[in-house]
Nanobody, 118 residues
């Protein structure tokens, strides 16, 4: 069993900062690309940022320059530093990871609510 556990969501004022954390636990051999996605009410889930095991990153245009994704491979943990969030960043944020045990499967966290007040 593999679990992705997210933490760090909550209420933040526009222009503030918030840090999300997602840790992978369970039985596996390796963790590949990890990422953050979000889903706002009435909208489809969308990519926020991804990071490979080697540290290469990819960001949605809407968060470039404001959000930073990073990871600690020793802890199988990925972070999302959210600086200068805007009300339109309000959503449920989901962690995603490609994890290899007998094969590579994609796993999702349970989601954490981020609400940005104006």
């Amino acid at each position: 069993q593999v679990h992705l556990v997210e933490s760090g969501g909550g209420l933040v004022q526009a222009g503030g900062s918030l840090r999300l954390t997602c840790a992978a636990s369970g039985r596996f051999f390796s963790v590949g690309t990890m990422g953050w996605y979000r889903q706002a009410p009435g909208k489809q889930r969308e990519l926020v940022a991804t990071i490979t095991s080697g540290g290469s990153t990819n960001y949605a245009d809407s968060v470039k320059g404001r959000f930073t994704i990073s990871r600690d491979n020793a802890k199988n943990t990925v972070y999302l530093q959210m600086n200068s969030p805007k009300p339109e960043d309000t959503a449920v944020y989901y962690c995603n990871a490609n994890i290899r045990y007998t094969r590579i499967d994609a796993y999702w966290g349970q989601g954490t609510q981020v609400t940005v007040s104006s």
